[in-house]
């Protein structure tokens, strides 16, 4: 069976955007960078995976799911197709179409869909933003990893990991990573 990865960057205290969307204070290169481009190389948008010099086959993730506040970051700058190199579905209530024909627009019941994602074949799920459909996905015991980008500052308020909340769970800290700037990278397994 396939496993869904919540794999994101926070800020130290958790948060993983401001307010209004936006991301300042994430560290946008360093050491980490070319870190995770080998690591993670599908899970670097489009545009991104060209100014790096990206290229080769995904390592991980085939398919990745996201919710519309974080899909429409990418559409503020006129991305609507982020991540070709993999099947896109975006979460969302009340968008009525989806703006690019490589992006499914998934409107209704997120559980039981990624549900049946996860039983067919193919490499793992990436769940790549969207603090409410994860809330809604981690209720429904559905996230089996968690990979926490954790960049070193404190960012005081916004949009948390989860919005909302979950019950107390035990994670198992798998692997870490830490980098000379100060980003460090956990991995922990959840523990139903």
């Known amino acids: ?74 559409l503020r700058v006129a991305i609507a197709n982020p991540y070709p190199q993999m099947k896109q579905y975006v979460f969302s209530r009340s968008m009525e179409t989806s703006p690019d024909v490589n992006v499914e627009l998934i409107s209704t019941d997120a559980a039981g869909f990624v549900k049946n994602l996860k039983q067919e074949t193919g490499k793992h799920i990436w769940l790549c933003g969207g603090a409410d459909l994860a809330v809604n996905l981690f209720s429904e015991n559905l996230i089996d990893e968690l990979i926490l980008k954790v960049n070193p500052f404190l960012m005081g308020s916004g949009i948390p990991l989860f919005a909302g909340v979950v019950k107390q769970t035990s994670l198992e800290l798998c692997d870490s990573k830490i980098y000379d700037n100060g980003v460090l990278v956990l991995y922990y397994r959840v523990k139903n």
């Open 1 to 74: 069976m396939r496993e869904l990865v919540y794999y994101v960057a926070c800020s130290v205290d958790g948060f993983i955007a401001h307010t209004d969307g936006s991301f300042d204070g994430f560290l946008q290169e360093g050491e980490h960078i070319a870190g995770l481009a080998e690591t993670f190389p599908e899970t670097f948008p489009a545009h991104f995976r060209d100014v790096l010099g990206i290229q080769g086959e995904n390592k991980h993730f085939d398919t990745v799911l996201m919710g519309r506040k974080t899909y429409e970051v990418g």
